[in-house]
């Protein structure tokens, strides 16, 4: 059964410092992973999709990485900034499950102090 | 901009009423969507996958008459808490795929309802 782990749970950091949130799973047979950013009360934000084949991805200040063998995946901000406080939040598609659906990390809370 | 929309965002009624959430996809026809609940520092729980025009598939442990799936169209599909109690209050997420992508393609999901039970 696939399970998602995500370290740490929570994370505070100075402004303007680079970090690292690191997220690893049991099951290396999976599809893609997903990376979603959800801010308190709300819906979660697609922030980078990585398919099996690629070792990584990049939007903006974000960078997601990928090593299936080792069933890691590691989320890279840039720069922070206070508004990137939110909680962030790894899945990865359950291989035999429903249709696809995905099973997510309890996520690490971000705060990031100006 | 959103491409799955949930409504309504926050929702307060008394026990034992029901209490009907929307989850629609804006911008594709999504044949499947999933519900999902999510408890205080907790993993996001799948309830149920919703197929358009056949019954919903529910998780082990999710009561199919109490929280009730109805998928009428290729945009729309809606979660009813029935004869709600303090215990159903949650967080509850839709997501849909986009087609194209099988079963990997990327999920995306709705702003999320807030349920409470008085």
């Known amino acids: 059964k696939q399970e998602v782990t995500q370290i740490p749970a929570a994370l505070s950091v100075p402004e303007g410092e680079n970090l690292v949130l690191n997220c690893s799973f049991t099951?290396?047979?999976?599809?893609?992973l997903q990376w979603f950013r959800q801010d308190p009360g709300k819906g979660l934000t697609s922030l980078l999709l990585i398919q099996s084949s690629q070792r990584e991805q990049t939007s903006g200040r974000l960078n997601a990485s990928l090593d299936k063998s080792s069933g890691r995946s590691t989320l890279y901000i840039a720069a922070s900034q206070p508004g990137d406080s939110a909680t962030y939040l790894c899945?990865?598609?359950?291989?035999?499950?429903?249709?696809?659906?995905?099973?997510f990390g309890k996520g690490t809370k971000l705060s990031v102090k100006p | 901009g959103a491409v799955v929309s949930q409504h309504p965002s926050r929702v307060i009624c008394k026990s034992g009423t029901s209490v009907k959430i929307e989850c629609r996809s804006l911008?594709?026809?999504?044949?499947?969507m999933f519900w999902y609940r999510q408890f205080p520092k907790k993993s996001l729980m799948l309830m149920a996958t919703?197929?358009?025009?056949?019954?919903?598939?529910?998780e082990q442990g999710v009561e199919k008459d109490k929280f009730l799936i109805n998928h009428a169209s290729l945009t729309l599909s809606t979660l009813t808490v029935t004869s709600a109690h303090p215990e159903d209050s949650s967080f509850y997420i839709c997501s849909a795929r986009r087609p194209g992508g099988g079963y990997t393609g990327e999920l995306f999901f709705g702003e999320g309802s807030r349920l409470t039970v008085l």
């Open positions: 919703s197929n358009e025009g056949s019954k919903a598939t529910y």
């Open positions: 099951d290396s047979a999976i599809y893609n």
């Open positions: 899945a990865v598609p359950n291989y035999g499950g429903s249709q696809g659906n995905l099973i």
């Open positions: 911008d594709f026809q999504a044949t499947t």
